[in-house]
């Protein structure tokens, strides 16, 4: 009897103890299934997406601290814009042997080693700005011999002995299109000098004999352009995002690769000639809500290729004549929300919509005056009789017509001149 007792107590036991080894496995089992999970999810976040053959892998707004190294390595084109990462270590990216462009803005970087860029050999776009870098060697761009194009315009530049190198590098004229608009925040004597034009001599006056006696001004003027104002976006589209802004012009400097330039929701109350003379790329331009009341002739000189052009909620009352002529290839035009007048100033707009079929629109309403209100304004030209207004013509029948009756000649007792009735105009032979 005890030794039944006896095994029985012993299997007991090996029966508990399994369970509870069971119940660690599973637990471990567990865990490791969420932490897998959580890295799907983690990357499941992300998009990729095919386009021109070439794979975007785009994980903007996602909070990300770091880069992650589970990425597939046949990523051309990276975007981490709007994210949370302060620095890049060494070779950051080496995972990405193919990348062609790079998107870090408006990230919190304020510090990158000199091989964070190691192994990008292909690089060509890096995009840095809207962040708060304060100094940058020449030694972090030598991994990417094929760098064309490089922002860093909106970091809190300190022009001084650290950044002598990359100012040098950027000079270089075959570097045309590196480190465009980037200004200087310290120390206060340089603040606002774009580091593609600044003396590099400056950077260290303590070595420069001559620098010490120039003179040093405390009221530093800085001019405010796009990159200070707006936020640009490479990809999908180039972007300048002027949006909601506060801006009362159009700021100037809009950087000639920008193809989209929304400036809606500002105070932008008059376009001045060749606002936009720069933006030799642009295809759309989004000027809604911003109470434009006039434009003038040349607003729009060259944009030869602008498509799109959104001219919406605002107080415009008629399109001065010769306003669109530069305007070529233009192929949609929104007008609503705007108190169109229908007078004889309306007619250009419409005139010149009918010269140019192939240009939807839409929101061309009259608003005043009240007897034409609600007309859509082809309509209202319809009724027009091809007079000119009456204000335009009030005192000028009688006069007009008798100095017209004055000159008109007779021939065969047949009067020529303007049907108001028929006269009998007496003629004398000179002899």
């Not at 970087?109 to 700005?129: N, P, S, V, W």
């Not at 995002?241 to 400097?253: I, K, M, S």
């Not at 007048?341 to 009259?366: A, E, K, Q, T």
Request: aromatic letters at 8%; proline letters at 5%.
């Amino acid at each position: 009897m005890r030794v039944i007792m006896a095994l029985f107590v012993l299997l007991a036991f090996s029966s508990v103890q399994s369970r509870r080894t069971g119940q660690r496995g599973g637990r471990g089992r567990g865990r490791g299934r969420n932490r897998m999970g959580a890295i799907k999810r983690f990357v499941s976040e992300c998009v990729e997406y095919m386009e021109s053959r070439e794979k975007y892998l785009d994980c903007q707004d996602q909070q990300l601290t770091i880069v992650p190294i589970s990425w597939s390595r046949d990523t051309f084109h990276l975007l981490l814009a709007r994210n949370r990462i302060q620095g890049l270590r060494d070779n950051a990216f080496g995972q990405f042997p193919h990348l062609r462009s790079l998107d870090l803005q408006q990230n919190e970087l304020t510090r990158i080693e000199k091989q964070a860029f190691a192994g990008l050999d292909q690089l060509t776009t890096l995009l840095l700005q809207h962040n708060g870098l304060h100094t940058l060697s020449e030694e972090v761009l030598l991994p990417m011999p094929h760098l064309r194009f490089l922002r860093l315009y909106d970091n809190p530049w300190h022009c001084k002995c650290s950044l002598d190198t990359l100012v040098r590098t950027l000079q270089v004229p075959s570097n045309r299109y590196l480190g465009n608009y980037a200004k200087c925040a310290e120390p206060p004597r340089l603040k606002g000098e774009k580091l593609k034009r600044i003396r590099p001599e400056l950077l260290c006056p303590h070595l420069e004999e001559n620098i010490l006696q120039e003179p040093q001004d405390d009221k530093v003027k800085i001019k405010f352009d796009a990159v200070d104002s707006c936020h640009t976006y490479m990809f999908p589209t180039p972007l300048l995002d002027c949006q909601n802004r506060g801006l009362t012009n159009v700021p100037a400097g809009i950087p000639p690769d920008i193809v989209k330039a929304d400036l809606s929701r500002n105070k932008i109350r008059h376009l001045r000639p060749k606002e936009f003379v720069t933006a030799k790329d642009l295809r759309s331009l989004n000027l809604s809500s911003n109470g434009l009341d006039g434009i003038e002739i040349a607003a729009f000189n060259g944009l030869l290729y602008l498509r799109e052009l959104d001219l919406s909620n605002n107080s415009l009352q008629h399109i001065q004549y010769g306003v669109l002529e530069d305007l070529y290839f233009i192929r949609r035009l929104v007008l609503g929300g705007n108190p169109w007048v229908c007078d004889y100033n309306i007619h250009y707009l419409l005139y010149w919509l009918r010269l140019h079929p192939g240009v939807y629109h839409s929101g061309l309403v009259c608003q005043a005056p009240p007897e034409f209100a609600g007309w859509t304004v082809r309509d209202y030209v319809r009724t027009y009789d091809g007079k000119c207004p009456e204000d335009q013509m009030s005192g000028q029948d009688d006069f007009g017509g008798e100095v017209l009756s004055e000159t008109m000649k007779q021939e065969n007792g047949i009067l020529l001149g303007p049907r108001r009735g028929r006269k009998t105009v007496k003629g004398m032979r000179l002899s």
